[in-house]
């Protein structure tokens, strides 16, 4: 068990550093193939008055002249222990982990990603607490009276529900409860759950719905499903033929099997959702990590984008890990393959 | 450059919307609700407008929480790094400038009253000279004087424009510095005297490269809220922006929130404008621009610092609903939205071939483009009407187009049935997309068929459309573009977008207005002593432009702007065009 | 299409007799390739069929947009001013919409929503058609190479899924097409053009992922398979094995995850172009209408026809392909 867990931290490790060589390459290499220079670059960190030599200047001071792979080096080094940036008016320092330093707030990254982290992660929580179990407990129902008008009617909803884009159903949302009947926030703000829990759930209840609503649809699918061919196994007639209660069958032996799937996928999905839930925070105007990245975007801030991309596939990575280790207690044969 | 209108991300970078920053006095149009009876109440006027010419529910009671908000961040609260209208206005609150404009509303708001100095600046030497005293007994919030060093050492500090991009170079073009200074950070040890002496704690003395007679104006500039060299911290300063002013910094979280409150070090009596009503101000960043307006609706806020106006969903409300039409004013800014047009790309270098865009052009379909009747009135001309010197140019449409005039042009052009070029716009202001777009099918009826290409505004004037090398090898025609004043005359308004000389690498909002003619014009005006003539010489500059179809100016910029419910002594400034924030009260 | 299908006919996991029976439609019992199998099921589907008459009404309102919108609407990009009260940029009578203007028009400019709506569908169906093969042939490729050679032909392509899964592939995408947007000059298109190519590259690109792993999967289980192994004792090299024996048996899964494919990258298209870096204006896209909707919220047309366009095409893509998994699998029970 040990050695699989090492080789796995090993490979999630490795596979951090790919992405973030692929990144690397894709804002650095690809420019520069496309024929934009050191002193371009170097123009987004100097004013619009600097002069031609003040920009050779910072170019050469930041190293932006030198090959991709010291560049590269460079920014894996201030991860772990910082870095200095020289824009030729005081030196500026980036404590580590130094994930980069924005030539737009003239600020480091990486506690601009710390601050947005609790948005992104409130709302990924409680979105995914909602849609788990609103998701499963309508699939289990669904399955157990198949064909029934609850299950066409639920399998109806869910179907239109994966179907739905957040940014439309958000949209209407918005404007029904909030502009319309002013019940829900209108978006826009965010209260720290240790300030004010009550208005922390006010401000997130319709991104967590509009989430939840896009999930619990897919979810309901998905657990349906499993159930229905978990039931129809040889060990669940054994089950009942062993005379025990229905409600038990299903609980114990049904569902139970029927949900490691549905534990796996909610791993991931929780992994890609903490690394920004860029739609609804968009239609939410919600300060997570999501808007952060498409604000950084269109202002082209690549030290920013570089940043959030390594932070979103380290949530991705880990919640791999995570529900490979989780697979590997529960089933021993994972360990040997 | 040009004082920056705020961009509002109202949900993602697809979704911002320009807001125009500066306005100008008086507003000639009246929107569907009832103007108010103009009878003096004891409770000031009321009604659509009513903040335009007096000040509205005046009182002198102290006390009280001044809510404010702001879509988004601005550039910066420090004083020497920032080019936001808003802004300007704003820091006056927790800084004192030389000299500053008087809190009164329209006209009379525009008139310079010295500040940290006792009197406005003595002029000789010419006007290329400027004395300043300052008052006595000012102090900072931690208790230290302040001396004419400290106002000196703020102004040589920011024109370090590598550290404090953001705000305006007239001190780095027009001071008498010495070859050798580079800035206070790299070579701090450099003698100054020759462009700023003290010869006493008291005394500050510019030394101009050439006579400016309105150099007042640049005493009122942000860039002379003084700052001790001992305090500075370079870019981090914005952090710890040590007081001069009423007010300082209580909570200062970047992006957030701000809060102020009293700074008991300064003196009401060496303080003769400001009231310093409210006990302390809460100012709030990033709010959803839509909730904004609803809560300033409901009283919830009191002031949207952006002050430009509502975003469209409120426009409808505020129009149907009588109460708050009764608490709108529709200021006009001294603001152009206009679009350039670039000589250095074929067939705009023909004079006819310009001509025939600014005949085709539809002017209304433009100002709806720009947001309608309430955002703006039909432009003749770059110089908007609240600018000394300002003539209506009869010249071209000023209501739909031209296409027989088009037409002609073309043909005198030698291009009788039209041509292709490209139209950039910044993508990520609708109001921008939607003028480009409305360019694209006004010149189509002629047969000019436009390709719109849109860029962010970030990287808009720096990298595309103020870059003339970039427009001229991406054959680029035409760009959306916008200016407003620096300060309300022609050369606050003017100097930086029609003067051939200071168009640079990048960075330009001029972009094909290169003629000796203008140039020659400039100068006049800059050398001209006394006023009416030289607003007249600014008037006779912008006719120059018009005459050689340059630029096709599309809209004076107004906004709606809504008055805080319990607000006190709110009214328009014409120094700012939108609400003066040194006045303001809570009831 | 069909012919392969027909190839594999002996190597069907189902016996056709049941399936046959199960119907009870047949005259007498004979053997039926798993494609005319399918095709029976799939009649039998009547939701499935009306997703399908759907995507096909959907494709043919794309193909024929010029001649509908000639018909019933105005050119998609020109501007109805005089339907827009210019004090509140609202379309006069709150919408607009009349027998002129069928889905009413757009604040502000007033350009026809009908035309716009119907236009937007070439453009989420052009570019989800294409990313959606893409995405096939790369996963399809490299989920065969990765399935039949195995090692570490395996074991790399495997990691590289593993990065792909596991790269925030909106935020990338969005990246991406901001810097490679910027590279008119370089790339030597522009315009629709480039932006089209951009995103079918973009969202293709990075959806391989998924159905490689798939792929790989039943490359790995066919392999093993009694009917290559016969082949190979016959002397039949790699590539025949591969495109003669293994392909053809692939052809089931590859059809249902593409079909499946194809509504999410519609729904991928519409997000990129609500984020502002899909195909630039005044070029119709349904998630574009929608960014601009955001700003009318009191104009609920306006998000309306946009938001349900998106939402037909999506579900019709699903129910077909939902059907068609039901058809195409016989193991997988509803």
Redesign the interface.
């Known amino acids: 068990m040990v050695t699989y867990i090492i080789r796995r931290l090993i490979g999630a490790l490795l596979?951090l550093a790919?992405?973030s060589m692929?990144?690397f390459s894709?804002?650095f290499v690809?420019?520069r193939?496309?024929?934009v220079t050191a002193t371009?670059f170097a123009?987004?960190y100097?004013?619009?008055?600097?002069t031609?030599e003040?920009v050779v200047e910072?170019a050469k001071k930041l190293g932006l002249n030198d090959p991709v792979v010291v560049q590269y080096g460079r920014w894996v080094k201030g991860i772990f222990v910082g870095s200095e940036f020289d824009?030729?008016?005081?030196v500026?320092h980036c404590p580590a982990p130094c994930f980069g330093y924005s030539f737009?707030t003239?600020?480091p990254v990486w506690p601009d990603l710390l601050d947005r982290l609790p948005v992104t992660l409130s709302l990924a929580v409680g979105a995914s607490i909602i849609w788990l179990l609103a998701g499963v407990a309508v699939g289990v129902l669904s399955a157990l009276k198949r064909g029934s008008l609850f299950d066409r009617g639920a399998m109806i909803v869910a179907?239109?529900g994966?179907?739905?884009?957040p940014?439309?159903t958000g949209?209407?949302a918005?404007?029904l409860f909030s502009?319309g009947l002013r019940i829900t926030a209108?978006?826009?703000?965010y209260t720290p759950f240790s300030e004010n829990p009550a208005e922390w759930a006010y401000n997130l209840i319709l991104p967590w719905l509009t989430l939840a609503f896009l999930n619990a649809a897919a979810y309901a699918r998905l657990t349906r499903?499993g159930m229905?061919?978990t039931m129809?196994e040889d060990y669940i007639r054994t089950a009942r033929a062993k005379g025990l209660k229905e409600s038990t069958v299903i609980t114990k032996h049904g569902l139970r099997a029927a949900l490691t799937p549905i534990v796996t996928i909610f791993g991931l999905d929780v992994g890609?959702l903490l690394?920004?839930a860029?739609?609804t925070e968009?239609?939410?105007?919600l300060?997570g990590l999501?808007?952060y990245?498409?604000?950084a975007?269109?202002?082209?801030?690549l030290p920013k984008?570089m940043g959030?991309?390594m932070l979103?596939?380290f949530f991705?990575?880990m919640a791999?890990l995570i529900v490979d280790l989780l697979y590997a207690v529960v089933d021993p044969r994972v360990r040997l393959a | 450059?040009k004082k920056r209108t705020l961009v509002v991300?109202?949900?993602?970078?697809a979704?911002?919307l320009a807001l125009s920053a500066c306005g100008g006095g008086d507003s000639t149009t009246t929107p569907t609700g009832e103007a108010a009876p103009a009878a003096s109440a004891p409770a000031g006027p009321t009604g659509f407008n009513a903040g335009l010419d007096a000040v509205t529910n005046p009182s002198d009671k102290k006390g009280g929480v001044l809510k404010m908000a702001v879509t988004e961040d601005w550039d910066s609260v420090d004083p020497g790094d920032t080019y936001y209208g808003m802004s300007w206005n704003l820091l006056r609150i927790y800084g004192r400038p030389l000299v500053t404009y008087n809190p009164a509303p329209g006209a009379k708001g525009r008139e310079l009253v010295p500040d940290l100095a006792e009197s406005l600046g003595v002029a000789s030497d010419g006007s290329k000279t400027w004395t300043y005293k300052l008052r006595a007994g000012l102090k900072y919030e931690d208790g230290t004087p302040i001396t004419s060093k400290d106002v000196k050492y703020a102004v040589l500090r920011q024109l370090?424009?590598?550290?404090?991009?953001?705000g305006p170079?007239y001190f780095?073009d027009w001071l008498d510095l010495p070859k050798d200074f580079e800035?206070v950070?790299?070579t701090p040890d450099v003698n100054t005297d020759q462009a700023i002496e003290t010869p006493d704690d008291q005394t500050i003395v510019f030394h101009l490269n050439k006579p400016y007679a309105g150099f007042d104006n640049f005493a009122a500039l942000p860039a002379t809220v003084p700052i001790p060299q001992a305090k500075d911290t370079?870019?981090k300063y914005r952090d710890h922006v040590l007081a001069s002013g009423p007010y300082k910094f209580d909570k200062v979280e970047?992006g957030k929130l701000y809060t102020l409150v009293r700074n008991d070090q300064w003196d009401q009596a060496t303080d003769p404008i400001r009231k310093a009503l409210p006990d302390s101000y809460e100012i709030t960043l990033?709010?959803?621009g839509?909730?904004l307006d609803?809560r300033i609706i409901s009283g919830d806020l009191h002031v949207d610092i952006a002050g430009s106006g509502v975003q469209p969903?409120a426009i409808a409300s505020v129009q149907q609903d009588p109460e708050l039409n009764a608490r709108a004013d529709n200021p006009i800014a001294a603001r152009t939205w206009y679009i350039s047009l670039n000589p250095d790309v074929a067939p705009f270098d023909n004079i006819e071939c310009r001509k025939a865009v600014l005949f085709a052009a539809d002017r209304t379909s433009l100002q709806t483009a720009y947001g309608g009747q309430l955002a703006g009135d039909v432009a003749t001309s770059l110089m908007p009407p609240g600018i000394g010197g300002w003539q209506k140019i009869e010249t071209y449409p000023s209501a739909g187009s031209d296409e027989a005039k088009a037409k002609t042009a073309l043909t005198a052009c030698g291009q009788p049935n039209g041509f292709e070029t490209t139209m950039t716009f910044r993508s990520?202001r609708p109001k921008e997309q939607a003028a480009a777009e409305s360019m694209q099918q006004s010149l189509a009826k002629v047969g000019i068929k436009l390709t719109l290409k849109g860029f962010?505004t970030?990287?808009y004037?720096?990298?595309y459309a103020g870059k003339p090398s970039y427009m001229k090898e991406n054959k680029i025609g035409l760009a959306t573009n916008g200016w407003g004043a620096d300060w309300n005359d022609g050369f606050g308004f003017l100097s930086q977008i029609i003067d051939s000389r200071t168009i640079r690498?990048?960075?330009n909002y001029n972009l094909g207005i290169k003629d000796p003619a203008v140039d020659a014009l400039v100068d006049q005006a800059f050398a001209e002593l006394d006023t009416a003539k030289r607003d007249a010489l600014w008037g006779q500059a912008d006719a120059k432009v018009m005459e050689g179809a340059y630029v096709l100016p599309a809209v004076y910029a107004k906004g709606l702007l809504l008055r805080g419910k319990g607000v006190t002594n709110q009214f328009i400034t014409g120094a700012f065009d939108m609400y003066d924030y040194l006045a303001l009260g809570v009831e | 299409m069909t012919a392969p299908l027909d190839v594999s006919s002996e190597e069907t996991k189902a016996t056709p007799e049941a399936v046959v029976s199960g119907l009870g439609g047949a005259k007498a019992i004979q053997g039926r390739s798993l494609g005319q199998i399918a095709w029976m099921r799939l009649k039998q589907d009547k939701v499935a069929l009306a997703g399908a008459g759907v995507v096909i009404f959907l494709v043919l309102v794309a193909i024929f947009a010029p001649v509908i919108v000639g018909w019933f609407g105005h050119p998609p990009n020109e501007f109805h001013q005089e339907m827009i009260d210019t004090m509140t940029m609202r379309p006069k009578g709150g919408s607009g919409i009349s027998s002129e203007f069928l889905f009413g028009v757009e604040p502000q400019n007033g350009r026809d929503l009908f035309s716009r709506v119907v236009y937007g569908a070439r453009i989420s169906l052009l570019i989800a058609f294409f990313a959606t093969m893409l995405s096939v042939l790369i996963g399809t490729v490299m989920g065969i190479v990765a399935g039949y050679f195995g090692g570490w032909v395996d074991a790399v392509i495997s990691?590289l899924m593993?990065?792909f899964?596991?790269?925030?592939i909106?935020?990338?995408a969005?990246?991406?097409v901001?810097?490679?947007g910027?590279?008119e000059?370089?790339l030597g298109v522009q315009g629709d053009t480039l932006r089209i190519l951009l995103l079918i590259f973009v969202i293709g690109f990075f959806n391989w992922g998924y159905i490689a792993r798939i792929i790989r999967g039943q490359t790995l289980s066919l392999r093993e398979r009694e009917f290559v192994d016969a082949a190979r004792s016959l002397g039949a090299r790699g590539p025949y094995i591969l495109f003669r024996e293994i392909l053809p048996n692939l052809i089931a899964p590859i059809l249902i995850y593409a079909t499946l494919l194809v509504?999410a990258n519609v729904?991928f298209e519409?997000?990129l172009s609500?984020?502002?870096?899909g195909i630039q204006p005044p070029t119709a896209t349904w998630?574009a209408m929608?960014?601009a909707?955001?700003k009318y919220?009191?104009v609920?047309h306006f998000?309306i026809f946009p938001?349900m366009a998106?939402?037909i095409t999506?579900?019709a893509f699903?129910?077909f392909g939902?059907g068609l998994r039901d058809a195409l699998d016989p193991k997988s029970?509803?």
Request: glycine share 12%; proline share 5%.
């Open positions: 596979m790919v992405v692929v990144t894709i804002f690809v420019p193939l496309a024929g371009d123009n987004r100097v004013g619009r008055a600097a031609q003040t910072v824009y030729g008016s005081g500026e737009v003239k600020k179907l239109s994966v179907s739905l884009p940014f439309f949209l209407i918005l404007s502009y209108p978006g826009g703000a499903a229905l061919e129809g890609i690394g920004g860029i739609l968009n239609v939410f105007s300060p999501g808007k990245a498409t604000g975007i269109a202002a082209q801030d984008i959030f991309t979103a596939a991705i990575v791999n | 450059m991300a109202a949900s993602g970078a979704l911002a370090d424009k590598t550290t404090y991009v953001n170079t780095n800035s950070y790299k370079g870019i970047q990033g709010v959803q839509d909730d609803n969903a990520d962010p970030s990287e004037f720096t990298a690498e990048a960075g | 990691r593993d990065i899964l596991a790269f925030p909106l935020v990338f969005l990246a991406l901001g810097v490679l910027q590279f000059m370089q509504p729904l519409a997000a609500f984020l502002g870096v998630g929608l960014s909707a955001t919220y009191t609920p998000m938001g998106i939402f999506v579900l699903n129910l939902d029970n509803r």
